[in-house]
């Protein structure tokens, strides 16, 4: 072989070691959660959470000496491209997935990561079935809809007793599910529900259902779903109805909602995701631009705690982390979790009573 293609064959040679390093030096993870759609805005909570997560941690020096790559895909808020969204991170060979941000989606696509042996940590999927079925790599940073269920009904029971109340909800894994948890817990209380309704998503005229609040004699109603019809139900029954009360979940949590609702939304109470009080990376998303309500820093946490737990195991190895995670409590911006058999996160309480008031949602306890 001549010098100039011994220098060639060493440069491949070279260039062939240092591209295997560099494939080497990264941990790709996976954020899902819907880019597109009615619930965009939601997704762009959870990677807005997780991405900064990776950008902190990697300006710390990375996980196990390599950089952190986040790969991100969406799901829509839909069960069947929850699925083809799981299956191009299971292709990229993703040991861990921050996401899905809808129980509906969050549901199924745990189902393919626990064969696939990848880790899920979904910041908002409040839906009890998604730890309920003992999956051993699935755990969520955000509360539960029986807790949030039995917190909206004893709200219910103690500021309206005696009153007419009606459910209203969605169809949807998140709305029907926080509805039925509330239905429950009003059941137990011995409080009947004078009406039960459901809406379809994206349904704009609600002249039927207001028709039915007037005809039940309703005094207030609890709504379980997202911002946009509550938005609407609530402007469009007030015309009508202008004393009917009004409660609504976490999944109302946006600017939306107002937009929709205007004024009709005013003092309307709503039990939320707790809102931490991490000063300094609130303080650093703000400065970004980004306001960090809702899963932006349930994300952020999720990050965290996969992150300290690889640290401890050594490894990036599915079933190492998820004993850890298990077994450990993690410093986070929510303050220091746990995760509990099932799953659940532990060490504080993911929820909080807030009220709208001017555009925007404020502790309860700040309006009294």
């Given at each position: 072989m001549m010098p100039c293609d011994r220098l060639a064959a060493l440069a491949v040679a070279l260039l062939a070691t240092i591209a295997v390093s560099s494939a080497r030096a990264e941990i790709r993870i996976g954020i899902a959660t819907p880019l597109t759609g009615h619930y965009a805005w939601a997704g762009e909570q959870t990677r807005a959470g997780a991405d900064a997560a990776v950008r902190d941690l990697n300006g710390a020096g990375g996980l196990l000496g390599e950089t952190l790559v986040a790969v991100t895909v969406d799901d829509f808020c839909d069960p069947d491209q929850a699925m083809a969204a799981a299956q191009k991170l299971v292709e990229e060979g993703v040991p861990f997935v921050v996401g899905h941000q809808c129980s509906g989606a969050a549901i199924p696509a745990s189902t393919l990561y626990e064969e696939e042996g990848i880790i899920l940590i979904s910041p908002a999927a409040t839906n009890p079935r998604l730890t309920d079925r003992g999956l051993r790599y699935t755990f969520r940073t955000s509360g539960r809809d029986d807790l949030q269920g039995r917190m909206v009904a004893d709200y219910l029971a103690e500021e309206w007793a005696g009153a007419n109340m009606a459910v209203v909800h969605d169809g949807q894994a998140y709305g029907e599910g926080i509805a039925e948890?509330?239905?429950?817990?009003?059941?137990?209380?011995?409080?009947?529900?004078?009406?039960?309704?459901?809406?379809?998503?994206?349904?704009?005229?609600?002249?039927?259902?207001?028709?039915?609040?007037?005809?039940?004699?309703?005094?207030?109603?609890?709504?379980?779903?997202?911002?946009?019809?509550?938005?609407l139900i609530i402007r469009q029954a007030k015309a009508r109805l202008p004393e009917l009360g009004f409660v609504v979940p976490d999944g109302v949590a946006s600017e939306d909602f107002w937009l929709i609702a205007g004024a009709t939304a005013e003092g309307t109470p709503m039990s939320a995701t707790r809102l931490p009080a991490a000063a300094d990376v609130v303080a650093a998303f703000r400065a970004a631009g980004t306001n960090p309500i809702g899963a932006v820093l349930y994300a952020y946490a999720a990050v965290q705690a996969w992150a300290q737990a690889v640290e401890h195991a050594g490894t990036t190895d599915a079933a190492m982390v998820a004993d850890v995670l298990r077994q450990k409590q993690f410093d986070t911006v929510l303050g220091t979790i746990g995760f509990d058999a099932k799953g659940d996160v532990t060490g504080f309480d993911p929820f909080a009573w807030y009220v709208w008031t001017d555009g925007r949602y404020v502790p309860k306890d700040l309006t009294e």
């Open positions: 948890e509330t239905r429950r817990r009003l059941d137990e209380l011995n409080i009947e529900t004078a009406l039960l309704e459901q809406v379809e998503p994206g349904q704009t005229e609600f002249s039927d259902l207001i028709a039915a609040f007037e005809t039940s004699g309703i005094d207030v109603v609890f709504y379980g779903g997202y911002q946009s019809e509550a938005g």
